[in-house]
């Protein structure tokens, strides 16, 4: 069983910056794309970033520039720079190997 745990949230204040963890069991992380999600109170679950086995990246708009996805060997991270307090959420990391394995979330509360 894949197992996803998600670290590294808190309160920060705008324009301030957290780096968000992943950390990764099973073999199927490492040839697999993972994804770091975030839902809102009365929103639906969206996508904030992705990164592919090999290294390639895809950001949503509102995120570029700001955001950063990484990977090592057993952890996907995200930094998080400039944050704003529309980028409160609960984040989630997520692999997809024919079905999706998710993590139990983090939550980023940024006050003005």
């Known amino acids: 069983q894949v197992q996803l745990v998600e670290s590294g949230g808190g309160l920060v204040q705008a324009g301030g910056s957290l780096r968000l963890s992943c950390a990764a069991s099973g073999r199927i992380f490492s040839i697999s794309t993972v994804g770091w999600y975030r839902q809102a109170p009365g929103k639906q679950r969206e996508l904030v970033a992705q990164?592919?086995?090999?290294?390639d990246t895809n950001y949503d708009d509102s995120v570029k520039g700001r955001f950063t996805i990484s990977r090592d060997k057993n952890t996907v991270y995200l930094q998080m720079d400039s944050l704003k307090p529309e980028d409160t959420a609960v984040y989630y990391c997520?692999?997809?190997?024919?079905?999706?394995?998710w993590g139990k979330g983090t939550l980023v509360t940024v006050s003005s």
């Open positions: 990164i592919t086995r090999g290294g």
């Open positions: 997520r692999l997809t190997y024919g079905v999706d394995y």
